[in-house]
């Protein structure tokens, strides 16, 4: 049946030997027809569609099994904890990754060998060796190739980007599988393939056909000739209205995907942007990206000069959005690696190491200049020091250490703007010295020489500004402060060369040749930027969160050699390090040996020495204190504490508060009104000096043209621009020092005017230690130490810390845990599972299992105590009762919120006695206080709260500010429902705890907006005070860009008459405007909060 819509090619007739009912692959694409006449080799005998699910989990299998034989490259207690099953099948892990990755394809083109050969990596159908020489002869053919993500999920490139050392797999005797049959040699690949493919009466080939569409395109027909409707994924996906052309729907992944190249999914890629000077640059770079279909997402910082966004690998390469970015911007793009795990190596020919072998794990090598290459590498499979010590058969050298990357790219610039600003000075003096000194009468000679300097000091320093300009008008339909600068210095050279004209033709102008005016003019302009540069940069690296990470580590060496000073980019899983008295931490780790306390201030804000033993997590960048200890590397360099913060801490510093887009607004607008007042300005002063004057048409001319040179040079709106963004950056990087993470701008801007403060009760206001202090059995005989065992069994892995100071208190008794199957944790209730006897368990609190006015359970709940129960086939067997302690700075906390008209409120899941107890003690009253709530019941009653009306006109007009401050695990739907939600993370140190460091990457994905890195509620103080202080000094700028620029424009205009700007001096406009918006940001680093 031909497809109604027209979108499809007709059907090839089976392949020879092919069942006759055999499907046939459609026409995804206008290349469609090639594939099916040039199939991999793999395919070629095989009816379309080739693959089906049996391959996903071949390739799982094969990721198992990389991993499994890489697993000797690190010490053993580093080792992955993949394992495949008895039955030969691959992990979960593997098998759920391989299906992210091509379930799609595999829907919607029936095969996925094509991608995968594309992709460098073998065929699902018959593995065959790949060597890095054919796969780079191919991205020569397909260069977009090189922006696959460095490990794909599933059969990770990795793991298979180099095979040579693993002997090929041989077809099973029906040439459909992977296996071996001679002795000696690999088992099957899959059990399963046996049952699904290689079963008697199978064809050989891999699973059922599929049913086709209901267009007739997706496959083939039954046996009985009629047409089987397709998957709902398939019809939806290819067969949508609108796909005449066969394309697939756009709403999906791989819309419009190239499968001959593999690009499928989506990419993130963050540039560094070299030539943004001011906020027109970024309205610029937004537009011409915004533009591109492939790029979704888009963020961008002028402060940060970067630019971040999701590239669809379907719809566009990087070098083509590069390539346009370029040549519509002016703009240099680099991209700034985002491998977390990457060495850099000095090699002696840089473009040959990169065609060479690459060893197990490493994923990528690209050269950085003739002599360095960059190598990335999945941390799980090979270390830095193994790869530079025998990956490639013979030592190797570090690179040295490099600047910070995210720091780069600014430096960069403003070395370049400081050579450009050098040469305009030097050019410049002789023009005035020649204009300005006492020297004899030659005064064609003086002009040439200032014609000549002015010129080259035109077309060298000022002539970058033109393309900017005018490629900024016609693509981007943006009129910036280049094309002022443009029209100012434009007007004044061609002025002066008219001048000089006049000079030599004897009729010389009243005003002379003007060449000091243009070329000082120019001077300024870059001295004015090339300073504002500077200050944005220096902020910048002030708060420099990767400053913490310290160079070396102390290695000890596990044959007993003794210890050795290393790079700590060279630190590898299984590492034990030692850190000697008053030393900085390498990296994250847990204490092996050893006591001492470490300064935790610079990443927690902690101002007291945090005690550290054997246990304890240790935080990169904090520095040890007196006492020697000895460490196992749980995070590397590039993973660790540091790095999530600093990645944070930029998100927060690349989003844009509403402020960000007023003054967005007002910058936009601001050039055409001063292009209009310029033209005013000219008209004026030609009827003034006519007209007022009685001058010529031409003096009154020469004298407007200066007017309006000085008003179009002398306005600046970067001083608008900057007046957010400056302060934004200052203020994530204060509070990242005190402990506070920002993860969006938005929350600095109105974090103060907060009305209600929401707080859960178990790990924010009290410790979230908990202790048993009362149990009680309701069983007869031994049945207490069975229900002991069983609710063992049943909360032993459970985080929470009921479920941990419950489990504790069974162990220290002697309790023997008994296997639980079907373990399920409900957040707000408690936790399930069933015995292997099949007895039913359930523990949690006493309203989620009916209990709440049972007698058994009213002396705990009447003392306050937190009530945990255990029932066994709905008949309760034991109850403990639990206490916790309220945190120290609770109270000052609570109290200061009050004193500033703040409505506190408490939410907790816990008995209502044990969150009356704290209440009380905190004097909030019982209105505001909710127990027993579920994880939507928090969520109801923030949203009740925010749809409060407040009352009085202007309260109405600042809707409720709700803040949730909770400990980030079951409180999620609370904090995605706050206006500003504030996750707590608990103490390292805290045994105890449901939210340990290994946590902490979880807590960045939250739904929180602030994360608090220690436990301590008086941060919530800090964030109102920082915020209340950041938009002051927001106001702040932007009052002083108002009054800089009505005040410049009316001095460069003369509408003040005897004061005015000298058009030569009015290039320290920008410079004037800029400093005190950046120093007024800087204060904040002094200020006390």
């Known amino acids: 049946m031909a497809c109604n819509s027209g979108c499809c090619k007709a059907k090839q007739p089976p392949a020879t030997g092919a069942a006759p009912n055999a499907p046939v692959a459609p026409s995804v694409t206008d290349q469609g027809q090639s594939e099916k006449s040039n199939p991999p080799p793999c395919c070629e005998s095989k009816p379309s569609p080739c693959c089906d699910v049996t391959c996903l989990d071949r390739l799982a299998l094969r990721a198992c099994e990389d991993k499994s034989r890489s697993a000797g490259l690190r010490d053993a207690s580093s080792a992955s904890s993949c394992t495949e099953t008895e039955d030969g099948k691959p992990c979960n892990y593997h098998s759920r990754k391989t299906r992210d990755a091509y379930e799609a394809t595999l829907e919607a083109l029936g095969c996925i060998c094509r991608a995968l050969l594309a992709l460098g990596e073998e065929s699902c159908c018959l593995p065959k060796e790949r060597s890095s020489v054919d796969r780079r002869r191919d991205l020569k053919h397909h260069p977009s190739r090189r922006l696959q993500p460095a490990a794909t999920p599933g059969p990770s490139a990795s793991s298979s980007s180099k095979r040579q050392q693993d002997p090929p797999r041989k077809p099973c005797s029906k040439g459909c599988c992977g296996d071996k049959t001679a002795p000696g040699e690999d088992k099957p690949a899959l059990a399963t393939l046996e049952k699904t493919c290689c079963k008697s009466g199978s064809t050989g080939r891999l699973s059922p056909p599929r049913h086709p569409c209901s267009k007739g395109f997706c496959g083939d027909k039954t046996a009985s000739g009629e047409d089987k409707p397709a998957p709902a994924t398939v019809e939806k996906k290819c067969c949508t209205p609108g796909a005449s052309t066969g394309h697939l729907s756009n709403d999906h992944d791989i819309a419009s995907a190239d499968v001959e190249k593999g690009l499928v999914g989506r990419e993130h890629v963050i540039l560094s942007v070299s030539g943004m000077t001011c906020t027109g640059c970024e309205t610029k770079l937004q537009r011409v990206l915004s533009t591109l279909p492939p790029v979704k997402n888009l963020k961008t910082s002028l402060v940060l000069a970067r630019a971040e966004f999701d590239l669809d690998l379907g719809s566009g390469s990087l070098p083509e959005v590069l390539k346009h970015l370029e040549r519509t911007t002016e703009f240099k793009c680099e991209r700034m690696g985002e491998h977390a795990s990457t060495v850099d190596i000095l090699v002696d020919d840089a473009v040959d190491f990169v065609k060479r072998e690459w060893p197990k794990g490493v994923t990528d090598v690209v050269a950085v200049d003739k002599q360095t290459v960059r190598v990335a590498y999945d941390p799980e499979l090979a270390g830095a020091r193994d790869l530079l010590e025998g990956g490639w058969g013979a030592p190797l050298e570090l690179a040295p250490l490099g600047p910070d990357p995210t720091l780069a790219a600014g430096n960069k610039h403003l070395r370049h703007m400081g050579y450009m600003t050098l040469l305009s000075i030097v050019l410049t003096i002789p023009v005035l010295v020649l204009a300005w000194a006492s020297l004899p009468e030659h005064e064609i000679a003086y002009s040439s020489a200032s014609l000549a300097l002015a010129t080259v000091l035109q077309v060298v320093v000022a002539g970058p500004f033109y393309p900017k300009a005018l490629k900024a008008l016609v693509f981007s339909r943006v009129i910036e402060m280049d094309l002022l600068i443009v029209l100012s210095t434009s007007a004044a050279y061609v002025f002066s060369v008219v001048s000089f004209g006049h000079l030599v033709s004897g009729d010389p102008l009243s005003t002379g040749s003007f060449f000091e005016t243009s070329t000082l003019l120019v001077t300024l302009i870059m001295v004015g930027r090339f300073v504002a540069a500077l200050a944005r940069q220096k902020a910048v690296e002030s708060i420099s969160i990767h400053s913490l990470q310290p160079a070396s580590a102390l290695l000890v060496d596990k044959a007993g050699g003794g210890d050795r000073e290393i790079d700590a980019r060279l630190l590898q899983y299984g590492d034990i390090f030692r850190l000697v008295p008053e030393s900085r931490i390498a990296t994250d780790g847990t204490v092996i040996d050893g006591s001492s306390e470490v300064d935790e201030s610079m990443i927690t804000g902690e101002s007291r020495p945090v005690e550290k033993h054997v246990g304890s997590a240790l935080i990169a960048g904090t520095v ?217 368990l359930r523990a949690g609190n006493s309203r989620w299992l009916g209990l709440s006015s049972d007698p058994r359970l009213e002396l705990l709940l009447s003392n306050g105590h937190t009530v945990f129960c255990l029932t066994v086939n709905d008949t309760l067997t034991a109850v403990f009762g639990l206490h916790d302690s309220l945190r120290e700075d609770a109270p000052t906390t609570i109290q200061a919120l009050h004193s500033r008209n703040i409505a506190v409120h408490v939410l907790s899941g816990d008995d209502d006695g044990a969150v009356r107890r704290v209440t009380d003690h905190l004097d909030i009253p019982p209105a505001r206080v909710r127990s027993r709530c579920t994880p939507a019941d928090k969520q109801s009653y923030i949203q009740d709260l925010l749809s409060t009306s407040p009352t009085g006109s202007r309260s109405r007009a600042n809707p409720p500010v709700v803040i949730f401050c909770g400990d980030g695990t079951n409180d999620a739907p609370a904090l995605a429902a706050a206006t500003i939600g504030i996750a707590m993370m608990s103490s390292p140190s805290n045994p105890n705890s449901n939210l340990s460091p290994s946590a902490a990457g979880e807590v960045s994905k939250s739904a929180a907006d602030i994360v608090l890195m220690r436990p301590d509620l008086g941060r919530i103080s800090t964030v109102m005070a920082l915020s209340r202080k950041a938009v002051r000094r927001i106001m702040f700028n932007f009052a002083w860009s108002f009054v800089y620029n009505l005040l410049a424009v009316l001095l460069a205009s003369g509408a003040l008459v005897h004061v005015r700007i000298p058009p030569q001096f009015a290039g320290l406009g920008e410079l004037v405007s800029v400093l005190p918006v950046v120093v007024a940001g800087l204060l904040l680093r002094w200020d006390r909060i």
Not at 632 to 661: F, Y
Not at 673 to 687: C, E, K, R
Not at 778 to 787: F, L, M
């Open 624 to 840: 040890n204190g007196s006492g020697t200890l000895t460490a196992r590397v749980t995070r590397l360099p590039g993973t660790n504490t540091i790095d999530m913060i600093a990645g944070m801490v930029d998100q927060a510093k690349l989003s844009k508060p509403k402020l960000q887009h007023i003054a967005d607004r007002v910058a936009s607008h601001f050039v055409p009104v001063v292009v209009g007042l310029v033209v005013v300005t000219f008209v004026a002063w030609i009827g003034v000096g006519v007209a007022g004057r009685g001058q010529s048409a031409a003096e009154a001319t020469i004298q407007a043209i200066t007017y309006a040179i000085t008003v179009l040079i002398v306005s600046c709106p970067c001083a608008i621009g900057l007046a957010v963004p400056m302060v934004v950056v200052i203020a994530t990087g204060v509070a990242a020092e005190h402990g506070v993470i920002f993860k969006s701008a938005e929350s600095i801007e109105i974090a103060y005017r907060a009305t209600h403060v929401v707080l859960d009760k178990t790990g924010t206001l009290t410790e979230g230690k908990l202790s048993v202090v009362a149990e009680e059995y309701h069983v007869e005989g031994d049945g207490a130490s069975d229900s002991a065992s069983m609710l063992l069994g049943l909360v032993d892995n459970i985080k929470h810390p009921v479920a941990v100071a419950v489990s504790a208190h069974l162990k220290a008794k002697g309790a023997s845990a008994v296997k639980v199957n079907g373990v399920k944790a409900l957040p707000g209730k408690g936790v399930t599972g069933t015995t292997a006897s099949g007895l039913e």
